[in-house]
């Protein structure tokens, strides 16, 4: 068990680009979560998939990001012509779920910075 | 609409002390709750949970404490070391509504002393 991977773990881009970013979580888990984490602030939920459907999305993610996660194992999260206001770090964790109460893992987050 | 909350954004406690940190919430469909530590550079690690039904969890030198009434919960740290230095967050979550999604508070960061 290696634990939930993200790449990249720094991510510097210009206004206005395209980024996406990668997490593999823990293998036998069937639940994936997106968070984004600010400074000072604890992760706010952004979305999760359950296997390879999204079930649901904040409504702090714009039209602009768009996650994917197409055969219930690795995701993508991409962001469109981003802003400064999306610099963060941006979270993934996995989770076994089986209808008890469950641990959500961490990855180590992929600090981006929009120039 | 922040629905849970650690007002103490940092606390300095002597080695072989207890730590004592503390989380309210406000949203009464919450029915689980979790704490994690934060590294510097690494994502949050999980520490230790509680579900509603009980008020009380223990493992090792972490115990949870609910009090469901009061909306409150606490991590007691005994006793704490020098490796416990970190931020910690105190999430929430509803098993039965929003599928298990974690709500943050926005961390205590935790400084243990020589």
């Known amino acids: 068990d290696t634990g939930v991977s993200q790449d990249p773990r720094h991510k510097i881009t210009k206004r206005g680009q395209n980024v996406t970013f990668r997490c593999d979580p823990i293998s036998e888990h069937n639940r994936l979560y997106w968070y984004r984490q600010t400074l000072g602030q604890g992760p706010e939920f952004l979305t999760y998939f359950q296997n390879e459907a999204q079930l649901e999305k904040s409504r702090l993610l714009s039209d602009r990001f768009s996650a994917e996660r197409p055969k219930g194992s690795f995701s993508t999260l991409e962001i469109q012509r981003t802003e400064q206001g999306d610099s963060a770090m941006y979270l993934c964790a996995s989770s076994l779920y089986s209808g008890t109460p469950y641990e959500q893992y961490f990855g180590p987050g992929t600090r981006l910075t929009v120039t | 609409d922040q629905q849970v909350k650690q007002n103490s954004p940092s606390l300095s406690v002597q080695e072989g002390r207890i730590s004592i940190l503390n989380c309210d919430y406000t949203n009464s469909m919450f029915d689980y709750f979790l704490w994690y530590k934060k590294y510097p550079a690494e994502g949050p690690t999980f520490l230790i949970s509680i579900s509603s039904i009980k008020d009380k969890n223990e493992d090792g030198r972490f115990t949870v404490f609910l009090n469901k009434s009061a909306k409150h919960l606490s991590l007691h740290i005994v006793p704490s070391q020098p490796g416990d230095s970190a931020v910690y967050f105190c999430?929430?979550?509803?098993?039965?509504?929003?599928?298990?999604?974690?709500?943050f508070g926005a961390g205590t960061q935790v400084v243990v002393t020589p």
């Open positions: 999430a929430a979550s509803s098993l039965t509504d929003s599928w298990g999604k974690l709500q």
